[in-house]
């Protein structure tokens, strides 16, 4: 048993409830205690600094030090909320006077950060924590070769000085993780480009014309399905999907799967285990593909 | 060291689409891929065309794809792109028309440097005495003049006066790809540079009001490209950030992309949760909200709608408090 403070974040608890079951469904197959941390609060979206780089500093360094309390390392599910808390962990670890500032607020509250927890990205824990040995040997619903196409997004990858996982050029975590349960990754040069999330309620068409066209290239190499590791990118990517196909003018319809529901059909979960009925794309016509009951 | 270049050609007056074409070329260790262009252009085929100057990383003129990524080659080694991909593939930087081979149109990117008035505003562009001229002998220029650790000490910016206008961002922007009239990361670095200068003197807040209109600031996707992909390790999206908060301590607030910060920062102070349905309200209104009517009415048939009402997260109090500290931070 191997125990994280979990850290759904907002999207993963509303409109993404689907990506929370999921996780929590693979978590109890690969013996993953996810600490509960009611007590958290939204990192921001990504943009908070936008509005008060001190709020984004006294939020996210007060889900450290809850997290640092409790003793564990944090386990995220977003790209976002990962690249916020690892920047704000960052920026206080070395930056004394940051971390000063942000004292004087927890200690406020009865807190008190000292630099020590980690965030990790699920996809990362996947890959490092776990293993990708110990994941191929709870596989009961191998994959079957299916062509999934992996969309990193941006926050997993960049900017590399604050987010270590992989190589911000060329990745490879995702691809292993698809290869050890099954699947056979598809390469595309769109795999780890913007969605276009965060400008959705701005510039709706500029927006999905980005996750539009990421869907036409991976369809265009033979894809079955996407995966993302991230809720944001899910919404631009597949609540979104029919706009997008308006915006660039082309026909789209790709399944696009939150990352722990790939793992967790490979584990065995069954179609409602996983949520499928609340994605706006239909898995129907791949199901039998992969096995998925 | 054998390696092969894989180049990207094309020459408008004879092809009629772009074709790619290898060099096999016998380097020197730590040979950079701007020296192998130039040793192919020597030895093999004098028509591969590509700009380059400096040699180091200084002009800005070498920028280019090199494996997918917009570099400078003249700062780009031929060992760390084979270990990485085993070939070095370059191809014209993105987001600008190709002109010929590995050479862009650069007009595109200068008028959007051009459009935010790269230059100090104030009492030297409005007074006929005052204007930009060439200094008389022993005349002196008016304004302090500042070394660049002055400047950084009197704005914390020690970034974006080191751009050297390479392209490298632009090329990377995620906005750029889906909309050419965005001012683009290099712009708008510049643009944070500018208002923050102390001499500057833009009375009406022009500059902040222009760039919070469509193809600023606001229309930043946040995908970090332009700071992961800078060779001289700026972040145009750091600057534009600052801006945004800039904007919004102004009271420049007219912008969706301003509102939508402000919504989400409601939801938090309220709730300590992001309130998904409330910021889109907050961002476009209800009336922006029904163009989007068949992605609702889809997501809501899926039970994707989330709810109005957020439970609060516990101990919300400390949020509470964490926004009267900033209050007490203004002060
Ligand atoms: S030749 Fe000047 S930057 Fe490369």
């Not at chain 2, 220029?141 to 660049?148: G, L, N, R, S, Y």
Request: charged share 25%; proline share 4%; aromatic share 8%.
């Amino acid at each position: 048993m191997i125990t994280y403070v979990y850290y759904p974040g907002c999207v993963a608890q509303e409109s993404g409830k689907e990506l929370d079951n999921a996780t929590k469904f693979i978590a109890e197959k690969l013996g993953i205690n996810l600490l509960q941390m009611p007590e958290a609060s939204c990192c921001g979206g990504g943009i908070i600094d936008g509005f008060d780089a001190n709020l984004k500093l006294f939020i996210n360094g007060r889900t450290l030090a809850l997290a640092e309390k409790n003793g564990f390392d944090i386990l995220t599910i977003c790209n976002t909320c990962t690249l916020t808390l690892s920047e704000v962990n960052e920026e206080i670890k070395n930056n004394p006077a940051l971390m000063k500032k942000t004292n004087a607020y927890l200690s406020k509250i009865r807190l008190k950060y000292e630099g020590n927890v980690k965030v990790k990205h699920l996809l990362y824990v996947l890959r490092d924590d776990i293993g990708l040995d110990k994941l191929k040997d709870v596989v009961v619903n191998s994959l079957n070769g299916i062509k999934v196409a992996p969309f990193y997004g941006c926050h997993i990858l960049r900017p590399s000085e604050v987010i270590k996982f992989d190589d911000a050029e060329n990745p490879s975590g995702f691809e292993e993780l698809i290869k050890a349960v099954g699947g056979e990754p598809v390469s595309y040069v769109r795999r780890t480009k913007c969605c276009g999330f965060q400008t959705i309620l701005i510039d709706e068409a500029s927006s999905t014309s980005l996750s539009g066209n990421a869907i036409f290239e991976a369809q265009e190499q033979g894809a079955d399905l996407m995966v993302t590791p991230c809720p944001l990118c899910h919404l631009s990517l597949d609540t979104y999907q029919n706009v997008a196909a308006k915006s660039i003018g082309k026909k789209l319809s790709l399944p696009v799967l939150h990352l722990p529901q790939l793992i967790g059909v490979a584990l065995g979960g069954s179609y409602s285990e996983m949520g499928f009925s609340r994605h706006n794309v239909s898995l129907k016509p791949v199901m039998a593909n992969i096995n998925l009951k | 060291m054998e390696f092969t270049v894989r180049s990207y050609r094309f020459n408008p007056e004879v092809d009629k689409q772009p074709y790619y074409k290898d060099y096999i070329l016998n380097g020197f260790p730590s040979m950079t891929v701007l020296n192998a262009l130039m040793k192919i252009k020597s030895e093999t085929d004098g028509s591969l065309t590509f700009r380059r100057s400096c040699r180091s990383a200084i002009c800005g003129s070498c920028a280019m794809k090199i494996n997918g990524i917009s570099k400078l080659a003249c700062k780009t080694q031929v060992n760390s792109e084979i270990t990485k991909f085993g070939i070095i593939k370059v191809e014209p930087l993105g987001n600008l028309p190709v002109v010929r081979d590995l050479v862009v149109e650069q007009e595109s990117f200068f008028g959007k440097i051009n459009e935010i008035k790269p230059y100090l505003l104030g009492i030297r562009e409005n007074s006929p005495d005052e204007k930009f001229h060439v200094l008389k002998d022993g005349e002196k220029i008016t304004q302090p003049v500042f070394h660049k650790s002055e400047f950084k000490a009197l704005t914390g910016n020690n970034d974006t006066p080191n751009c050297i206008l390479c392209e490298c961002c632009f090329s990377e922007c995620g906005t750029e790809v889906v909309n050419k009239k965005y001012l683009g990361p290099a712009a708008l670095a510049k643009l944070y540079r500018y208002i923050e200068d102390p001499r500057d003197n833009d009375r009406d807040g022009s500059r902040l009001v222009n760039a919070s209109k469509p193809n600023g600031i606001w229309d930043c996707v946040h995908c970090q490209a332009c700071e992961q992909f800078c060779p001289k390790s700026i972040s145009p999206v750091k600057s534009i950030v600052k801006l945004h908060e800039k904007a919004i301590k102004n009271s420049i607030t007219f912008s969706k992309g301003a509102k939508h910060i402000i919504g989400i920062a409601n939801s938090i102070n309220k709730t300590g949760r992001l309130n998904e349905v409330k910021v889109a309200i907050d961002t476009v209104g209800l009336l922006g909200l029904m163009n989007d009517l068949p992605v609702v009415f889809r997501a809501s048939l899926k039970g994707k709608i989330p709810s109005l009402k957020l439970k609060l997260i516990k101990d919300m109090d400390d949020i509470r408090l964490a926004f009267k500290e900033l209050d007490r931070e203004e002060e």
